[in-house]
């Protein structure tokens, strides 16, 4: 039996030019510094120095005056530049490339499910016609052999039992809110936990934007308020000195929700803490920075309950590990029926495509 056969270790060849390999570091400090091209310009300084990741031939400087060349960057006065739209893009294209990156594009958009009925593509099962059929599903070379097998190729007389149509697969169409809390915690105790919601969230979007664009995918952000955001603004997305009103983000989902037509309707909610923030009707807020307050909590998982019975499951990813978080998961997704999960920050993209996935192969 033979063991282990070694060789020496080939440093695989980069064939980027100077400026590709500068770009790839630059677009991964931008979501870091949260589209701030300056701080990412600064930071590129602070590792060229330790690293030596420039040459003479080819400096930062260069490097600057090329994003500007290509219109990587614009210009504006007192500023050392701010994103263009295509930069935001290639963000968003490079988190889904880094998270979901064995997926081949789609060619129709949808989600295909396990059962016939109205959808674009057609298979090679066939029925007799029934009233409400569409006719375009009519499939008249089969209707026609029909009738002759039946009258003879001498007369021509289609009645309706000849009549079959095609049956096409059922594609569903899904409306998802991801709700990403940007409360204080997310970047408490020496843990950036609010860059891998990000990433996750442009991978989430550009992915969906691509390969199911019938689907409708929206973002909430929510720390003591909620508001929803542009798929373009998340680069520039920040944690805030806020507390966590679930509610607030919940209520604000569930209208996005209401506005939607479609059938299926889900919503994804990426946090690391209990709610601790409740506004009141007053306009004032109502705080427990301990998190165990049965105010909040039992508001929280009273919508929990109307999302139930809107049938719009609640997928929780909770992206911390501490035990005493795991009674309220476990409370609200009892409450709603759902799934929890308790991610870490590597495999949180992987939980939530896989999740996705799933959801689009059934109707709720």
Not at 56 to 75: G, M, W
Request: with cysteine.
């Amino acid at each position: 039996m033979l063991g282990f056969r070694f060789s020496q270790y080939v440093t695989p060849k980069d064939n980027r030019t100077p400026f590709e390999r500068l770009f790839d570091l630059f677009l991964e400090l931008l979501v870091y510094t949260s589209g701030d091209v300056e701080e990412a310009l600064d930071w590129m300084d602070e590792i060229d120095k330790a690293h030596k990741i420039t040459t003479p031939e080819y400096t930062l400087e260069d490097f600057r005056k090329d994003l500007k060349k290509n219109a990587f960057i614009e210009s504006e006065v007192g500023e050392g530049g701010k994103l263009a739209a295509k930069t935001e893009k290639l963000i968003r294209k490079r988190a889904l490339d880094q998270i979901f990156g064995k997926l081949k594009k789609g060619i129709s958009g949808n989600h295909g499910s396990r059962i016939n009925g109205i959808g674009d593509e057609q298979t090679a099962d066939r029925r007799p016609y029934q009233y409400g059929d569409s006719s375009s599903q009519i499939d008249f070379t089969a209707s026609l052999r029909n009738s002759q097998i039946r009258g003879g190729i001498a007369s021509f007389d289609l009645k309706e039992g000849d009549l079959e149509v095609m049956e096409k697969e059922q594609k569903s169409q899904m409306s998802t809110v991801l709700m990403i809390d940007i409360s204080h915690s997310m970047i408490l105790y020496g843990e950036d936990r609010i860059t891998p919601a990000k990433k996750v969230a442009m991978a989430l979007s550009e992915l969906i934007t691509t390969k199911y664009p019938k689907d409708t995918f929206d973002i909430v952000v929510f720390g003591n308020d909620a508001w929803q955001i542009k798929i373009k603004d998340l680069p520039y997305l920040k944690v805030g000195p806020y507390h966590t009103n679930t509610v607030a983000g919940l209520e604000l989902a569930m209208s996005l929700l209401h506005r939607r037509k479609t059938p299926n309707k889900q919503i994804f909610m990426i946090t690391d803490g209990k709610p601790t923030c409740l506004k009141l009707k007053d306009g004032k807020y109502y705080q427990n920075s301990a998190g165990h307050d049965p105010k909040i909590i039992n508001k929280t998982i009273n919508l929990a309950v109307q999302c139930r019975k809107l049938h719009i499951p609640i997928t929780t990813f909770m992206i911390a590990r501490d035990p005493y978080l795991q009674k309220f998961v476990e409370d609200f997704t009892e409450a709603n029926k759902g799934k929890a999960f308790y991610s870490s920050l590597q495999g949180l993209g992987d939980f939530i495509f896989a999740d996705y996935q799933q959801n689009k192969r059934k109707s709720i």
